[in-house]
């Protein structure tokens, strides 16, 4: 075995890990969790913004129909005067 | 010490295989990642392993086997997944500085970071024949490949650490 050998053994001797690293939580379990959670909190955003969209949708298409109603009553009250007026 | 139930009927005290085998495999996981957070991760699940499996180990023997490969292949597996490590080839790799090896407390770490950006096979192989004294016939079972190939894995890692300690006067050659 050559001095490089050696080097080799000595820098890769073993050592010992922390003396609780067997009670700690396990980062590769909560992460997941967190990213999961995380990811569970968009959706769910993401379906109340469309729910209040489609909301908002309908009640401005509510609004152009009363308008639009409102703009057809005032012409037919205007013809009715017309007609009114010929006939006297 | 562990927190774990030992009452497991099949002789093996598995508080104390954890005290014999956690440097074991800790280092194992330590050397081949780099990281020693990581490190005690794969540890922690190498020995959940264990304890899942306490009713298969039969002896002694038979367990500092089963946590070796276990613990080789969990570290292969969490490298895999680890993309953030960048392996870089020894070429790519900043020059160390010159000095004396045989006074240098920096070739220690020096070798670590090299062996550390072998690709994966070569850098357990490394591990496992420095760190744990093994021979290769016995790295090629753990492993699952040809000694033929456990050989070369060495012979082209040792060459290549040689020569690109030597080429900064590192070493002999």
Not at chain 1, 10 to 37: G, I, K, N, Y
Not at chain 2, 123 to 134: A, G, K, N
């Amino acid at each position: 075995m050559d001095w490089l050998e050696q080097e080799l053994r000595e820098a890769l001797r073993r050592q010992e890990p922390s003396p609780d690293f067997l009670e700690r939580p396990r980062r590769a379990h909560v992460l997941p969790m967190r990213r999961w959670m995380a990811a569970a909190a968009v959706v769910l955003a993401a379906i109340g913004a469309g729910g209040a969209m489609r909301e908002y949708q309908g009640h401005v298409a509510k609004e152009r129909v009363l308008l639009a109603v409102r703009i057809a009553g005032g012409k037919m009250n205007r013809i009715q005067a017309q007609v009114r007026g010929v006939a006297q | 010490m562990t927190g774990f139930a030992d009452a497991t009927g099949t002789g093996c005290d598995f508080d104390a295989l954890v005290r014999e085998h956690q440097a074991m495999v800790f280092s194992v996981a330590l050397h081949f990642l780099r990281d020693r957070a990581l490190a005690e991760e794969v540890a922690q699940e190498v020995f959940l392993s264990l304890h899942r499996n306490l009713g298969a180990i039969q002896s002694a023997s038979h367990a500092r086997h089963w946590l070796r490969k276990v613990a080789v292949q969990r570290a292969i597996d969490e490298g895999r997944r680890r993309k953030r490590q960048a392996v870089v080839s020894l070429s790519e790799l900043a020059e160390p500085a010159a000095g004396d090896p045989q006074g240098d407390p920096m070739l220690g770490e020096t070798l670590r970071r090299l062996v550390g950006t072998l690709p994966e096979a070569p850098r357990m192989v490394m591990i496992l024949r420095y760190q744990e004294d093994l021979d290769p016939s016995d790295i090629a079972e753990l492993m699952n490949m040809p000694v033929s190939t456990v050989k070369s894995h060495l012979q082209r890692s040792l060459a290549l650490l040689r020569q690109k300690l030597a080429r900064r006067g590192l070493g002999e050659i």
